[in-house]
């Protein structure tokens, strides 16, 4: 499981970088807003993540 999930994160991480450097460039505001809304959807998810963990453990 810890693969699967270093797998994807440097998928991830690697669509974020290519994103930023070619197709962004230098326009800081709309990386501020992809950067937020993927801090936001990460929290999110290990928010309901945790919750359900809780609640299914038990």
């Known amino acids: 499981m810890f ?3 270093l797998i994807i994160v440097f998928i991830i991480s690697y669509i ?3 994103v930023n ?3 962004l460039g230098k ?3 709309m990386t501020r807003i992809i950067a937020a809304t993927l801090v936001i959807t990460s929290l999110v998810y290990l928010v309901l993540g ?3 963990y809780l ?3 038990f």
Do not use: K, P
Request: glycine residues 6%; hydrophobic residues 55%; aromatic residues 12%.
């Open 3 to 5: 693969i699967r999930v």
């Open 16 to 18: 974020v970088w290519f």
């Open 21 to 23: 450097n070619r197709i």
């Open 27 to 29: 326009n800081l505001a």
């Open 50 to 52: 945790s919750l359900s």
């Open 55 to 57: 609640v299914e453990g």
